[in-house]
């Protein structure tokens, strides 16, 4: 499914969201640590939602600032969009048919190193997806992802087998990253802000630009309806459960009161909300304009 883009500006900055399609996921007792399958299915029934399945979604964006093309996260890549018969995996198609070709991409930035987020860094035959393009890394995320150690320690299962992907992915790119440190500019007028939690490494941005501002989320909040209104409920998805919670908390609280747009990668296209606060916690306003 081709849905080209959607077009917005912070100052000088030109925001463009993209889409990488989505997956259907269980409404399950796997999805939540510490909440039940019927909890979250009355989470979503109170926004509407079906309560089967939830559609998890991405929105990667390019933002077009001092004359460099920046994309952030690169989405499941195009052997995913093969396996899933082109539900997700699908950032090149859209990104062509935006009018943005891939090879004039300058910098890819990286918020974290899970596979919805660096898959699309290689295409299908494991070539370079952004041939021309320097990838920047959380420093935080670099160095536990690539650590032996780590990789040694990790419980089997979901850890072990995202290191597999991690070393897989980037030993194609032969590791050639740029690491980035929190509270630097990764761009022009971009500043990247630690949000530890959902992995130790995970990070948003600011992007200011003529007395305008963004928050760019990643993934502080995954799917709205069931995060935000509870945002102490813990996903399996992760790394530090009651960090990404705390987190979620002190991002969103301060989103609330004054008021920033913010940007998600996993909210429904085109993912640019408000945040406000309800009850113990959080109701996402989509708005068509920062
Ligand atoms: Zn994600």
């Known amino acids: 499914m081709v849905d080209a883009s959607y077009r917005y500006k912070i100052g000088d900055i030109e ?18 640590r510490n909440a039940s399958a019927a909890d979250l299915a009355g989470a979503l029934a109170a926004a509407g939602l079906p309560t089967d399945k939830m559609k998890n979604t ?15 996260d690169t989405g499941n890549g195009e052997a995913a969009a093969k396996q899933s018969n082109g539900e997700r995996g699908t950032l090149n198609q859209n990104l062509a048919a935006a009018g943005i070709d891939r090879k004039a991409i300058d910098v890819v930035v990286i918020s ?5 987020h660096v898959n699309g860094l290689l295409l299908a035959d494991n070539s370079r997806a952004f041939p021309n393009a320097e990838i920047k890394v959380p420093e935080v995320e670099w160095k536990f992802w690539m650590d032996d150690g780590e990789m040694n320690r990790a419980s089997p299962g979901r850890m072990t087998e995202l290191f597999a992907n991690n070393r897989r992915v980037f030993d194609a790119l032969g590791r050639k990253v740029t ?17 530890p939690g959902h992995c130790i490494g995970h990070t948003s941005y600011r992007v200011s630009s003529g007395g305008k501002q963004l928050y760019v989320q990643s ?6 309806a069931v995060f935000a209104p509870h945002p102490d409920w813990q996903g399996f998805f992760d790394q530090d459960p009651p960090a990404a919670a705390a987190t979620r908390r002190r991002v969103y609280d301060q989103l609330a009161a004054d008021k920033t747009p913010v940007q998600a990668y996993h ?24």
């Open 219 to 224: 993934d502080v909040c995954n799917n709205f």
């Open 179 to 195: 690491v980035y440190a929190w509270d630097q500019e990764v761009a022009p007028g971009v500043t990247a802000l630690g949000t």
């Open 58 to 72: 991405y929105a990667p964006i390019v933002l077009t600032t001092g004359g460099k093309r920046v994309l952030f």
């Open 15 to 32: 925001v463009a969201v993209l889409t990488d399609g989505f997956r259907m996921v269980p409404v399950d007792d796997k999805y939540l």
């Open 267 to 290: 909210f429904p296209f085109p993912a640019l909300s408000r945040i406000e606060k309800q009850g113990n916690g959080y109701r996402v306003v989509p708005i068509s304009a920062a």
């Open 112 to 116: 974290h190193f899970h596979a919805d």
